[in-house]
């Protein structure tokens, strides 16, 4: 999110952030949308009693409720773990962003040092990361790019995830301007 906000002030990624919604009052990607100054607001997954698909659903559905009142576009998950429920107003319009070269190293519970972890415990000899359009499951929707590094002999999953990231700054401006001009393209 502040790769993003850094690249709209240079002018290298021509969008706005017009909400910044978190499950948690007490994450790193919160505080920092704060000291931006970029509208936030906090949907807690823990406030849903019922169990199950219907309480995702109903939580999927306050988040994309808010999403519709401010007229976003494109949604960009970054470090949002919990599963969405995506409407079909909003079907091909959520990207995501994962650690690894999907669809190795995806799914529940793959997300930061996890992730890195895997890769070096499976003998990898190249890693990256993948920008694909949400589904509504984990890590599986249309991959929109990837980009990829070599595993080096004694990467830690800190250096690993270090270069990743740097991958990460490229590609997710990238693909958010790939799908922003295709759904303009569509609309005309």
Not at 4 to 19: S, V
């Amino acid at each position: 999110m502040v790769n993003l906000a850094e690249r709209i002030t240079d002018g290298t990624l021509d969008a706005t952030i017009a909400q910044v919604i978190a499950s948690n009052d007490h994450c790193k990607g919160i505080d920092r949308a704060r000291q931006l100054g970029l509208p936030c607001t906090v949907v807690r997954r823990k406030g849903y009693s019922a169990q199950g698909d219907r309480a995702t659903a109903a939580f999927s559905e306050d988040i994309f409720k808010l999403l519709r009142e401010a007229e976003v576009d494109v949604v960009c998950l970054a470090g949002f773990l919990s599963l969405l429920v995506i409407p079909d107003d909003f079907v091909g319009r959520v990207l995501n962003i994962h650690p690894s070269l999907l669809p190795k190293f995806g799914g529940k519970g793959m997300h930061g040092r996890h992730v890195h972890e895997a890769v070096l415990a499976a003998g990898e000899t190249t890693t990256g990361c993948t920008v694909h359009l949400a589904d509504n499951t984990y890590d599986t929707g249309p991959v929109v790019l990837q980009r990829s590094c070599d595993v080096l002999l004694g990467d830690t999953p800190e250096a690993l995830a270090a270069r990743v990231f740097e991958l990460e700054k490229q590609a997710y401006p990238e693909a958010i301007t790939r799908v922003a001009r295709g759904l303009r393209r569509s609309s005309r």
